[in-house]
């Protein structure tokens, strides 16, 4: 147990210390922002969906499927609500841009596709999903809008 | 436009934009600016000229675009938009439709229309 929160504390440590090193640079930092993030996100979605709370705060948006949740609380719910343990996710492509000009608010918008692994199931799913993530003092990012979609055959 | 419903502004948007694409290519250059930033399947284009030109010289001379999923969201105190697509593109002469997603974020003009500053396409293979 102690092993896990220290690997996972080490994960967050090294993913913020990404950041904020990155964000001191600032220009085109967009593309390793958004690898470090993609990084980041997936590996808690397949080892520790509870974490993913990390990455929201109030103002946060998800559109699931379609569906629309507001909020940390209740977009922590959903993902851990979803209904299958374990998953895998296999990305293929990540795409970026800053989202406001240059001395805006430092948005970046990280546009994802790949597919998801259920265990259990035989074939995989393929999905897109759009990130709109938003920096914080401390040097890192949250995600302020998150929609994700099945891509079906 | 803040009395508008996000959802109705953004299905009329993607509604425009595919149909000029589908009819009147060169059209497109209304919904750019010179800010404006385009992926097109991982290549990176700045700017409405650009982008324009890269987007009338696409392989294909006629296409149509079949939407089947439309998400949007606010996109912070700017008051743009995101907009998620996904769908199926037939081009002219081939049998199989492509699958794609794509992501605009949507920003006001004063005259109270939208433009688009981020776009990313990208195709959905099997």
């Known amino acids: ?153 | 436009m803040s009395q508008m419903d996000p959802d109705a502004v953004s299905k009329a948007f993607v509604e425009h934009y595919y149909s000029t694409f589908d009819t009147n290519r060169v059209g497109l250059a209304g919904l750019y600016q010179e800010a404006s930033m385009l992926t097109f399947e991982g290549q990176k284009i700045q700017g409405v000229q650009s982008i324009v030109a890269k987007l009338t010289s696409l392989p294909f001379n006629q296409c149509k675009h079949h939407i089947s999923t439309v998400d949007c969201q606010p996109s912070g105190p700017a008051s743009g938009m995101l907009v998620f697509v996904s769908g199926n593109l037939q081009l002219a002469g081939e049998e199989h439709t492509l699958k794609f997603s794509q992501m605009f974020h949507l920003m006001p003009t004063p005259q109270g229309s939208f433009y688009v500053f981020n776009d990313i396409f990208r195709l959905n293979y099997a």
Do not use: W
């Open chain 1, 1 to 153: 147990m102690f092993i896990f929160l220290f690997s996972f504390a080490k994960n967050i440590f090294n993913f913020i210390l990404e950041i904020s090193t990155m964000a001191e640079t600032n220009k085109g930092m967009e593309e390793e922002v958004a690898s470090a993030f993609v990084n980041h996100y997936y590996h808690l979605f397949d080892n520790d969906r509870s974490s993913l709370s990390t990455l929201y705060n109030a103002t946060s948006l998800l559109t699931f499927e379609g569906q629309k949740i507001y909020g940390v609380e209740d977009i922590s719910n959903k993902l851990k609500q979803l209904p299958f343990d374990q998953c895998r996710h296999s990305i293929s492509t990540v795409d970026s841009q800053p989202s406001s000009i240059a001395g805006g608010c430092g948005g970046i918008i990280v546009f994802v596709s790949g597919s998801l692994q259920l265990h259990g199931e035989d074939h995989p799913l393929r999905f897109s999903q759009t990130f709109h993530l938003i920096p914080v003092l401390q040097g890192s990012f949250f995600v302020q809008n998150e929609m994700f979609r099945l891509n079906y055959g």
